[in-house]
């Protein structure tokens, strides 16, 4: 069965940090770029972040330089996305996705607000 599910979502304080988690079924972790998306509401879906089939390399969009950062676990087919110095601006539904050669999947996405 094909599945990514998000998990680490919640309601943190600005300034806080969060880590969300992502576990990708056994097909698709093999050769997939796994990437890190969110949209806010209102907003279009927009990339956070990215890493390569083996973690060689990450890239970032300018919201997330600096505060957030991705790794994985290949032993675990876990993405992870580190977000530090949370700003309410990052109030946004975060969605998994893994892009393969001919495929590409996605999460259901996991909620991250951040508010006082």
């Known amino acids: 069965q094909v599945q990514l599910v998000e998990s680490g979502g919640g309601l943190v304080q600005p300034g806080g940090s969060l880590t969300l988690s992502c576990v990708a079924s056994d097909v698709i972790w093999g050769n997939s770029i796994m990437k890190w998306y969110r949209q806010a509401p209102g907003k279009e879906r927009e990339l956070v972040a990215a890493s390569g089939p083996s973690g060689d390399w990450t890239t970032y969009e300018e919201p997330a330089k600096d505060r957030f950062f991705i790794s994985r676990d290949n032993n675990k087919n876990t993405i992870y996305l580190q977000m530090n110095v949370l700003k309410p601006e990052d109030t946004a539904v975060y969605y998994c996705?893994?892009?393969?050669?001919?495929?590409?999947?996605w999460g259901r996405g996991t909620q991250v607000t951040v508010s006082s």
């Open positions: 996705n893994a892009q393969g050669v001919y495929d590409e999947y």
